[in-house]
Nanobody, 121 residues
């Protein structure tokens, strides 16, 4: 089994910054994509940012220039640095990763439990 442990959420004023972390552990041979999604009340879950094993990144238009996703492959950890936060960034943020278990050809999709980010105006 694979576990994802998220940290770093909280309450911040508009214009402030937060850094989310997600550590992946367990039965892992390799980790493919690592990503952050978010879900605001009454809205669908949306992709915020993703980073491939080689380091290429993808961002939602709404966060480009403000958020930065990075990963430490040695620690199996993905980060989301969030700057210039806006009230509309308020949501539960979920870590998501695609993992290849040892001795298999398949890839499994895992989600974290979510961490609340609240941005006050």
């Amino acid at each position: 089994q694979v576990q994802l442990v998220e940290s770093g959420g909280g309450l911040v004023q508009a214009g402030g910054s937060l850094r989310l972390s997600c550590a992946v552990s367990g039965n892992i041979f390799s980790i493919n994509v690592m990503a952050w999604h978010r879900q605001a009340p009454g809205k669908q879950r949306e992709l915020v940012a993703a980073i491939a094993s080689g380091g290429s990144t993808n961002y939602a238009d709404s966060v480009k220039g403000r958020f930065t996703i990075s990963r430490d492959n040695a620690k199996n950890t993905v980060y989301l640095q969030m700057n210039s936060l806006k009230p509309e960034d308020t949501a539960v943020y979920y870590c998501n990763t695609i993992v290849k278990p040892p001795s298999t050809l398949r890839f499994d999709n895992y989600w974290g439990q979510g961490t609340q980010v609240t941005v006050s105006s």
